[in-house]
């Protein structure tokens, strides 16, 4: 049976997409109370007074209650990455008390009867607030006697982190080329489709309550750890179930307030309570993802050779540090050198606060603002030698002969082969013709420019190996945990650790299980997401479910026909090492008839008359995998770019992807992956931005100003694959969730950069938006 | 979505909904196909004390020809209009700058009346009325039946010159001679969004020589604005490439431009010039 590799319907989508499931916003026990959150008007201000009695008489209300109300019993919100010994880590109350630190946090809430009533009374709220002066300029705020978010800890940088490798200033001291550069990489909000909501039921009274909180999260298991230790309601009576989740992009890798303070308000209340937030609130309210200010310098030589790479970062942390806040801007610190050789490096990151929405992950997490940077100037490398951006890669990349290669940053790539995915990509895209038509173009002073922009990328993912985090000083590990269970009757539950929001776990891991055991497709339940019925998982991000969880799987599988070997060969009477296993049907070798499917042997197992000495009475297994590596997809992006010079409009003209994800369990949920990051990526490229006006308010609470494109605004996207299967993992394979969403900024920058080059335009702030372009070439000067 | 308490009104007539309109209160809020008022709702920047909701009023949905005229009745939805015949044929500028309206799901709720009554001079066609010199019907109980022209209508930012108790009911858009070309150009960064800038023209030749232009710009102003300085100067005289480009050159001529993340105020003048020469050729060439 060949199920792995094979291109299934996702069994899944039926419900996610018609709604009628089970999203935590459409579930209502009996006696359910609604909650609704006063926020902070402000970005950054002293609580002086809340008065709340007028809202209490509003019908329907139940409760009113604002930060004092929680002071004894919230805690503080959990930062699980302490990237430095001396990092300043700012107490994070989930509701706020004495001080307002960005517009969004919450103030008070209202529990009523219904959602309508709720709402209503918080105009009801007084808040006495004494203004506070915002920060909220990174560069400014690292500057002495700036403002500060928070006064008690006497500066705004919450951490500078450093890494370094070779002898940089050697590299840079004689370098006959030197490119510097300052990238921003821009605000960023997650948007994914279903917003944050959270249902907590109570059950029992006193010290033996328990609690069932269903949380639209990415980590079921993560969140019911974190939520006993904020709350020190023990973790046992916690059970937390994300049932389907409707996207995270990173932005549901979090412990938010609201996740505690519905807690805290089940067991004050003792009533079932319920909180769904509105996309404005949203945007405000979910952690933001980038905003990074790069100043980066290139060395190399006059053939194009890189010497030495010079990163210098200041990283908006936003108010507070949350979950994985300050590791962000780090895990780009691996991964500035790209696919490139070179002599010496340096990073040093600076987190800085400032009176804003936190940040944390955000689909790709440090990796695509490090893999734009890169590409970015090995396209002005190749402008300032007058050579192909092609050939400049070439002449510096990692050949594939070579792997695996220990990276300047100390990474072990274990496999790769960036030649043949580029030219697969150069075939597909059919460069040679698209640079003829560039020129004609550019002969004819055509209003509209083309432009080709490239981006040879790989990147780090599968977080991650529980060492390697370990010392990067991470809070927990990185493993991922499967069971396998044979039923009686021969069907197969597995469960796994990894939760779904999207991804499609309940086909591909039917499909690893059903390749394995042999097992028809159809016979395999995936249980995911609640930790009653799967206890053990370290959840879902970084691109790490198939690379962790479904290698787990694949272990735990294979352990079960360890287990069915022994007794199949003692019901055969034979050796075990007489034994085929194939199609779900262990024979002996040589004697075709004789041999017993893996169902009979999960009946003898069941039956447990007839069982060697020794052997338990199941075929279930577990294992709990953690990975020796990352996993290192790579592949080459090519796009084509029409730019309007006469009104800064963009339009994608071709986009080609060529990735390597190692081995593919199911090649329609990968080129989905990759059609969605590619979405998110030219997004960020063209679209998207968070923007926050001089006081600190956030302009683009709606989508009318926080632009995402539509399947109107994209190419139709041309997709191949080279596959060089991952060495590290027994399956083959490599994460994919992100690396659509890596590439593509930089492929989109570059083309449009290239497309403006014979116009003086040497770089375009991001999202380069018709006025911007039209911007840069006025100052280009050559229009 | 969770707005502010209404009361909510459903007349079943055209006469129940103006009489409706009065008792309803002046804080009342007419719905419609409710793509602009439902939002505003929603972010609770309007507090209406009532809506009165026209959904069961079948004859404001109407379309009709007029005899020198076809008559859009107020809740024809866009994407009725866009398919609408009659519209097709005697007012092509109506039915191409509707089928740029936001998406598929808002047309098929949005209405024409509506995008006129709530004067968002982003919005593409309040821009359109007033270059084909649409006359507005309105009906109240105290007032009667009332014609507005285009011109006298869009009075400020989503003010209009209705009166508090007045509906409109339909807008009468005359039918064009021969020798016209229309074209709507809309500039805007994402199919979803509001113009930046759109350009409303109608150009009438007769033997190559230009009778009579008409250019209504979208999101130039408070309201949407007549290019007056282009028509002028293209008027009583030939469509060389040179003189399209030198009369372009005015669009913006006395426009007040907005200024928002999506545009400063010089781009969208740098913008209504470039769009007006592009929207004056297109009209020209088919």
């Known amino acids: 049976m060949t199920e792995i590799g094979r291109a299934r319907l996702r069994t899944e989508d039926t419900r996610l997409v018609t709604g009628r499931t089970r999203w935590t916003d459409n579930l209502t026990p009996a006696g359910t109370l609604h909650v609704a959150y006063l926020r902070s008007p402000h970005a950054h201000a002293r609580i002086d007074n809340v008065d709340v009695e007028a809202a209490k008489d509003r019908p329907n209300v139940v409760a009113v209650l604002s930060g004092k109300d929680f002071a004894e019993e919230q805690g503080a919100l959990p930062c699980a990455w302490q990237v430095t010994e001396d990092m300043?880590?700012?107490?994070?109350?989930?509701?706020?008390?004495?001080?307002?630190?960005?517009?969004?946090?919450?103030?008070?809430?209202?529990?009523?009867?219904?959602?309508?009533?709720?709402?209503?009374?918080?105009?009801?709220?007084?808040?006495?607030?004494?203004?506070?002066?915002?920060?909220?300029?990174?560069?400014?705020?690292?500057?002495?006697?700036a403002d500060l978010v928070h006064s008690d800890m006497g500066t705004n940088a919450s951490y500078t982190w450093v890494f370094e490798q070779g002898d940089l200033d050697a590299a840079m001291r004689d370098a006959p080329v030197l490119l510097e550069r300052r990238f921003v990489q821009q605000r960023l909000i997650p948007t994914a489709m279903e917003p944050r909501a959270v249902l907590c039921e109570p059950d029992g009274s006193g010290p033996n309550m328990d609690f069932t909180l269903y949380s639209a999260t990415q980590i079921p298991h993560i969140l019911r750890l974190m939520l006993a230790v904020v709350t020190e309601i023990p973790e046992h009576r916690i059970r937390v179930i994300a049932p389907d989740v409707g996207g995270g992009f990173g932005s549901k890798l979090q412990v938010y307030g609201e996740e505690v303070l519905a807690l805290l308000l089940a067991?004050?209340?003792?009533?079932?309570?319920?909180?769904?937030?509105?996309?404005?609130?949203?945007?405000?309210?979910?952690?933001?993802?980038?905003?990074?200010?790069?100043?980066?310098?290139?060395?190399?030589?006059?053939?194009?050779?890189?010497?030495?790479?010079?990163?210098?970062?200041l990283a908006d942390m936003g108010a507070y540090l949350?979950?994985?806040?300050?590791?962000?801007?780090?895990?780009?610190?691996?991964?500035?050198?790209?696919?490139?050789?070179?002599?010496?490096?340096?990073?040093?990151?600076?987190?800085?606060?400032?009176?804003?929405?936190?940040?944390?992950?955000?689909?790709?997490?440090?990796?695509?603002?490090?893999?734009?940077?890169?590409?970015?100037l090995m396209d002005d490398l190749a402008d300032e030698l007058g050579v192909d951006p092609l050939e400049v890669r070439r002449r510096n990349w990692i050949r594939h002969e070579e792997f695996p290669y220990e990276s300047i940053a100390g990474l072990t790539y274990d496999t790769?082969?960036?030649?043949?995915?580029?030219?697969?990509?150069?075939?597909?895209?059919?460069?040679?013709?698209?640079?003829?038509?560039?020129s004609d173009r550019r002969d004819r002073r055509d209003p509209v420019q083309l432009g080709i922009g490239v981006s040879t990328y790989t990147e780090m993912c599968g977080l991650a190996p529980s060492r390697v985090l370990g010392s990067l000083s991470y809070g927990a590990g990185g493993w991922e945990h499967a069971s396998v269970r044979v039923l009686p009757s021969g069907k197969v539950e597995v469960v796994t650790g990894s939760s779904a929001h999207g991804q499609g776990h309940e086909t591909a891991w039917a499909q690893i299980a059903?390749?394995?055991?042999?097992?028809?497709?159809?016979?395999?339940?995936?249980?995911?997401?609640?930790?009653?019925?799967?206890?053990?998982?370290?959840?879902t991000y970084g691109s790490r479910s198939l690379a962790v969880g479904g290698v787990a799987l694949f272990r735990a599988c294979d352990k079960v026909v360890e287990k069915a070997r022994a007794i199949a060969a003692h019901l055969l009477e034979a050796s075990e090492?007489?034994?085929?296993?194939?199609?779900?049907?262990?024979?002996?070798?040589?004697?075709?008839?004789?041999?017993?499917?893996?169902?009979?042997?999960?009946?003898?197992?069941?039956?447990?008359?007839?069982?060697?000495?020794?052997?338990?009475?199941?075929?279930?297994?577990?294992?709990?995998?953690?990975?020796?590596?990352?996993?290192?997809?790579?592949?080459?992006?090519?796009?084509?770019?029409?730019?309007d010079t006469e009104t800064g409009f963009t339009r994608i003209r071709k986009y080609v992807a060529v990735d390597d994800v190692g081995t593919v369990v199911n090649p329609m949920i990968v080129e989905g992956q990759v059609h969605g990051g590619l979405a998110q990526g030219i997004a960020q490229a063209l679209y998207e931005e968070a923007v926050y006006d001089a006081d600190g308010n956030l302009t683009t609470t709606t989508m009318a100003d926080y632009l995402l494109p539509s399947a109107a605004d994209l190419p139709s996207f041309t997709t191949d694959r080279t596959e060089t299967p991952a060495a590290g993992n027994p399956l083959g394979v490599k994460g994919v969730g992100e690396a659509g969403t890596i590439a593509s900024t930089p492929a989109v920058v570059n083309a449009i950069v290239d497309a403006l080059r014979p116009f003086g335009v040497r770089d375009v702030p991001m999202p380069c938006t018709p006025e911007r372009v039209w911007t840069a070439l006025r100052e280009g000067g050559a229009l | 979505m969770i707005p502010p308490t209404f009361e909510y009104l459903r007349p079943e007539s055209l006469d129940e909904a103006v009489r409706m309109l009065p008792d309803?209160?002046?804080?009342?809020?007419?719905?419609?196909?409710?793509?602009?008022?439902?939002?505003?709702?929603?972010?609770?920047?309007?507090?209406?004390?009532?809506?009165?909701?026209?959904?069961?009023?079948?004859?404001?949905?109407?379309?009709?020809?007029?005899?020198?005229?076809?008559?859009?009745?107020?809740?024809?939805?866009?994407?009725?209009?866009?398919?609408?015949?009659?519209?097709?044929?005697?007012?092509?500028?109506?039915?191409?700058a509707t089928a740029t309206v936001a998406d598929p799901a808002v047309r098929h709720r949005g209405t024409f009346g509506g995008s006129l009554a709530h004067a968002d001079p982003a919005g593409d066609l309040p821009a359109v009325a007033l270059a084909l010199d649409a006359v507005m019907l309105a009906r109240s109980a105290s007032g009667g039946e009332r014609e507005i022209p285009a011109r006298e209508f869009f009075v400020d930012w989503m003010t209009t010159a209705l009166e508090p108790d007045e509906l409109l009911t339909g807008v009468r858009v005359p039918k064009p001679g021969p020798g016209w070309g229309f074209h709507y150009e809309k500039f805007h960064r994402t199919a979803q969004a509001w113009a930046i800038v759109g350009v409303a023209c109608g150009v009438r030749r007769v033997q190559g020589a230009v009778e009579d232009v008409r250019i209504g710009l979208t999101n130039m102003g408070s309201v949407p604005v007549r290019a007056s300085a282009v028509e002028e100067r293209l008027g009583g005289g030939t469509l060389s490439d040179g003189a399209l480009r030198e009369a372009s050159e005015h669009a913006a001529d006395g426009c007040e431009p907005p200024a928002d993340l999506h545009g400063s105020a010089d781009y969208r003048r740098h913008l209504a010039r470039v769009l007006t020469r592009r929207a004056l050729s297109a009209a020209t060439t088919r």
């Not at chain 1, 580029?422 to 640079?435: G, M, N, P, Q, S």
Request: glycine share 8%; with cysteine.
């Open chain 1, 88 to 145: 300043k880590l700012p107490a994070h109350p989930p509701m706020a008390v004495d001080e307002v630190r960005y517009a969004g946090e919450p103030v008070a809430c209202v529990v009523a009867r219904d959602r309508y009533s709720a709402v209503d009374a918080l105009e009801d709220i007084d808040v006495d607030y004494t203004p506070l002066p915002p920060v909220v300029d990174m560069e400014r705020a690292v500057q002495d006697g």
């Open chain 1, 267 to 313: 067991r004050r209340l003792g009533r079932p309570v319920k909180w769904t937030e509105s996309r404005s609130e949203g945007n405000m309210a979910v952690h933001h993802g980038r905003d990074q200010i790069q100043k980066v310098t290139l060395a190399a030589d006059r053939d194009g050779l890189v010497k030495g790479l010079k990163v210098e970062l």
């Open chain 1, 322 to 376: 949350m979950l994985v806040t300050p590791g962000v801007p780090l895990l780009g610190a691996f991964m500035f050198p790209g696919i490139y050789k070179m002599d010496a490096y340096s990073f040093t990151c600076t987190g800085v606060f400032t009176n804003k929405t936190p940040t944390d992950a955000y689909r790709g997490a440090g990796r695509p603002e490090a893999t734009f940077a890169i590409e970015r």
């Open chain 1, 416 to 438: 790769g082969n960036y030649e043949a995915a580029t030219e697969k990509a150069l075939a597909l895209f059919e460069y040679d013709k698209l640079r003829a038509e560039q």
């Open chain 1, 514 to 539: 059903s390749d394995r055991l042999g097992v028809p497709f159809e016979d395999v339940k995936v249980l995911h997401g609640d930790t009653a019925v799967s206890p053990k998982g370290m959840d």
């Open chain 1, 577 to 643: 090492d007489d034994l085929e296993f194939g199609g779900g049907r262990f024979s002996v070798r040589g004697v075709e008839a004789a041999g017993l499917t893996i169902q009979e042997i999960t009946q003898a197992a069941f039956a447990a008359h007839d069982l060697p000495d020794g052997v338990e009475p199941s075929l279930d297994s577990d294992v709990t995998h953690d990975p020796e590596n990352f996993s290192f997809p790579h592949g080459t992006h090519l796009c084509a770019v029409e730019v």
């Open chain 2, 24 to 96: 309803a209160g002046e804080d009342a809020k007419v719905l419609a196909g409710g793509q602009s008022l439902m939002p505003l709702l929603r972010l609770r920047l309007a507090y209406p004390d009532a809506l009165v909701d026209l959904d069961r009023v079948a004859a404001l949905r109407e379309i009709r020809d007029d005899g020198d005229a076809i008559v859009i009745g107020a809740t024809a939805t866009h994407h009725q209009v866009v398919h609408d015949p009659l519209v097709r044929e005697h007012a092509p500028l109506v039915a191409a």
